[in-house]
Structures are given as structure tokens and as C-alpha cells.
């Protein structure tokens, strides 16, 4: 299983930047780090994916640890479109698939 | 661009009726599929997997089925529904396994069972 360590909850300021951090001390050494975020009643959204280097994207940027047993996405300035779950996880069921943990719920204040 | 299309998006079943969930994906051939079911507090669980037409992996045996009968449709099926079946069902699609490629996912169906 995908096993992650995740903060239950994180809270931010409108326009400031958030670092969401993530443990994840068995991924293989081939294994993609995932991020998705999921607001209520959708389905959750690809947010980033990275394997050693740091990785930037349109919404995020993702920092992963020399020794891969952590990573931190990163939003530059947060909005209050981005106050969701965020999870931290790998294609690591035996189909490939995905497995979230509990995730970070963020909250957003204007 | 690619899209995903699920549908409905919530259900009201009564126990021991037949179910009916379908995904179709538009802008991508020859997906990879799955069908999630996520339970609030339990995470996601991967009930189907398709890596092509009439291709379907079960991840877990209970009483749901899938299907493809097409190269960008998966349904998911059941013939008598169970009070355990209630859950938000997600569809979900990725081109290929290599380079980690990510999943993207519909909006899901929120399937309650009385």
C-alpha cells in the first residue's frame, strides 16, 4: 500500500504561500510522487507529479528530498479556490493504481 | 483536451435494485480505466481496472461488475444492491503506465442505498 503521513488539517491566508508536506518512507525508488487535491462532492484533481528533481507546474511546484522520503507541494499564493483535501501518493496498488491516505484538509481565509 | 464524463451524478437506490453507472472519456484512445469507490474515512478503493476493450481486472469480489464495450466507455453494474454499495463511485482514466502517469477523474456519482 501507498502509506503517507500527512497533517490532518492546515490553514493559510488568502495570497500567501502554502507548503504541504508528506512522508512517504516506502516508495520504491521508481515510484512517481502524486499530489491531488479533491473539494467536496467532486472528484479529486491532479494537481502535480514528480520523481527526484523539483518539479513546477501552472498550479503548483513540488519539492521532493534527496533521499525521496518526503516531499512539499507548494502554492505560491493561495486562493480561496484552493482550500480542498490535498493528498500525497503513488501508483502503488497492484494494479497501478492509486491510494489515497486521509490527506491535508487546507482551509483558505480571506 | 481530453474530458471525462460520469453520470448520474447522484442516486437514490432501494436495497436488491440493479445499478447502472456509466464513464465515457473523450479526447484520448486506448485509456486505461478504473472505477473507485471512496467511502468517507476509509480512503480510495480500486474496484475495476481496463486496460482495453472487454480487458476488465477485479480488485475486489462483491456483487458490482464492469464493463467496456467500448474503446472510451466503462460501466459499472450490479444486479442487486447491497446497503454496503452506498458510497461516492469515481471514474477515472491515464494513457499508459510509464513515467508515473497520473489518473484523472470525473466528478462521481454519490449512490445512497435505503
Known amino acids: 500500500d501507498a502509506k503517507t503521513t500527512q497533517p490532518n488539517s492546515m490553514e493559510s491566508n488568502e495570497e500567501e504561500p502554502v507548503h504541504l508536506p508528506c512522508n512517504h518512507s516506502t516508495i520504491s525508488g521508481t515510484d512517481y510522487i502524486h499530489w491531488y487535491r479533491q473539494l467536496p462532492s467532486q472528484g479529486p484533481e491532479y494537481v502535480i507529479h514528480?520523481?527526484?528533481s523539483n518539479v513546477n507546474n501552472r498550479m503548483a511546484s513540488l519539492a521532493i528530498a534527496e533521499d525521496r522520503k518526503s516531499s512539499t507541494l507548494i502554492l505560491h499564493r493561495a486562493t480561496l479556490r484552493d482550500a480542498a483535501v490535498y493528498y500525497c501518493?503513488?501508483?502503488?496498488?497492484?494494479?497501478?493504481?492509486?491510494?489515497f491516505g486521509k490527506g491535508t484538509k487546507l482551509s483558505v481565509k480571506p | 483536451s481530453q474530458t471525462i464524463h460520469q453520470w448520474p451524478a447522484t442516486l437514490v437506490q432501494p436495497v436488491g435494485s440493479p445499478l447502472s453507472l456509466e464513464c465515457t472519456v473523450e479526447g484520448t484512445s486506448n485509456p486505461n480505466l478504473y472505477w473507485y469507490r471512496q467511502a468517507a474515512g476509509r480512503g480510495l478503493q480500486l474496484l475495476f481496472y481496463?486496460?482495453?476493450?472487454?480487458?476488465i481486472s477485479s480488485e475486489v469480489p462483491q456483487n458490482l461488475s464492469a464493463s467496456r464495450p467500448q474503446d472510451r466507455q466503462f460501466i459499472l453494474s450490479s444486479k442487486k444492491l447491497l446497503l454496503s454499495d452506498s458510497g461516492f463511485y469515481l471514474c477515472a482514466w491515464s494513457v499508459g503506465v510509464g513515467e508515473g502517469q497520473p489518473q484523472h477523474f470525473g466528478d462521481g456519482t454519490r449512490l445512497s442505498i435505503l
Open positions: 501518493t503513488w501508483l502503488g496498488g497492484s494494479q497501478g493504481n492509486l491510494i
Open positions: 514528480g520523481l527526484t
Open positions: 481496463s486496460v482495453g476493450i472487454g480487458q
